[in-house]
């Protein structure tokens, strides 16, 4: 099965609609899947959605879940996901940030009781194309130890920051532990041994193995200071958004969590460039990386909007073989065609 963004896209939402999402949520958390692997973020794109397809027909993700307003003040807004895949309700989330930082000049909007949301800094693209310097934060399973401990007690407490520099804006998007537990599972599916210093087992020692990994921890970035990052997103995801902090979030990998709604936190803050009259330093400051030789994070990426719908999508044959068992499981006739494209 030969993919285009385009029939990636399509065969994603066709799925997730059979799974029991509405058609437009399906579709709009079938972009957000897709465009991790065009951003070469394969970990949170198409490989995860079988393990959201179990989910969901597991009741793991209500495929009926709504988004549900607790609190408005204007400017700081408190959404319930109701424990519904995080993809379509966090890019709801992020336009409700984004629209309120336009009239504000600041919004923050938390997305409670929600689920995964793949590439945590494609929910910064809305805050981006408005001039707005918008940070992303999240929770998920526990998988990292206190410094100095060896029980599980943040997850990866991943971040994102997009600044609205010009011509190009950057990305930050990065796990606060040494490595994304995606890029684990990529592993444990590919059958390929981890990098030696990913992982550790549940009992606290160095491992190799992708399984042991998953079911074990994994070490913060920089050590200490890494830990004290990601208190901090835990702090603002699961203490601030809630209602679970990590060590209470069901894991999307593990079968017998498969019924558990995640209730992962999400929460973004957004900042208008523009009324702080910082437009012209973040594009000074934009090029001083370039102009010394250095690399703009996530300048190559393009926005949703620059996407060409008739590239081939790089995704590798594990992947397609699932997906197209998946296909013929649900009846989506287009996703079991061999060699197709569009």
């Not at 994304?180 to 590919?190: L, S, Y």
């Given at each position: 099965m030969k993919l285009t963004v385009s029939r990636a896209r399509t065969?994603?939402?066709?799925?997730?609609?059979?799974?029991?999402?509405?058609?437009?949520?399906a579709a709009s958390s079938a972009r957000c899947i897709v465009m991790a692997d065009v951003w070469g973020i394969a970990s949170h794109g198409l490989l995860r959605l079988p393990y959201y397809l179990r989910r969901t027909l597991?009741?793991?993700?209500?495929?009926?879940?709504?988004?549900?307003?607790?609190?408005?003040?204007g400017p700081l807004v408190a959404l319930d996901g109701g424990g519904g895949l995080g993809h379509w309700q966090l890019w709801r989330a992020a336009?409700?940030?984004?629209?309120?930082?336009?009239?504000?000049?600041?919004a923050a909007v938390s997305v409670a009781n929600s689920g995964h949301c793949g590439a945590l800094g494609l929910y910064t693209v809305p805050g981006i194309e408005a001039g707005q310097l918008t940070l992303a934060f999240s929770n998920g399973p526990a998988v990292m130890p206190a410094w100095g401990a060896a029980g599980p007690l943040l997850s990866t407490s991943p971040l994102a920051a997009g600044i609205p520099a010009r011509p190009r804006p950057a990305i930050v998007d990065m796990a606060t532990s040494t490595v994304?537990?995606?890029?684990?599972?990529?592993?444990?599916?590919?059958?390929?041994?981890l990098p030696p210093g990913w992982a550790l087992d549940r009992d606290g020692r160095p491992t190799v193995d992708p399984q042991e990994a998953l079911r074990g921890l994994l070490a913060p970035?920089?050590?200490a200071k890494g830990f004290a990052l990601a208190l901090l997103v835990e702090a603002l995801a699961g203490g601030?958004?809630?209602?679970?902090?990590?060590?209470?979030v069901a894991d999307m990998f593990a079968e017998s969590d498969e019924r558990r709604p995640q209730r992962i936190g999400h929460l973004l803050v957004a900042l208008d460039a523009g009324r702080l009259d910082a437009r012209d330093r973040l594009d000074r400051l934009a090029r001083s990386v370039t102009d010394s030789g250095g690399r703009l994070p996530g300048a190559r990426r393009p926005l949703p909007s620059e996407v060409d719908e008739s590239a081939a999508l790089p995704v590798d044959e594990g992947t397609l073989r699932e997906l197209a068992d998946w296909s013929r499981r649900l009846g989506v006739a287009s996703g079991t065609q061999r060699g197709g494209e569009a």
């Open positions: 065969l994603a939402a066709e799925l997730l609609a059979a799974a029991g999402m509405p058609a437009d949520r597991a009741g793991g993700y209500p495929p009926d879940a709504d988004l549900t307003t607790v609190d408005d003040t336009e409700l940030a984004s629209a309120r930082c336009e009239r504000y000049g600041v994304a537990r995606g890029k684990i599972a990529a592993h444990a599916k590919n059958g390929t041994e970035l920089g050590g601030l958004a809630g209602p679970h902090l990590s060590a209470d």
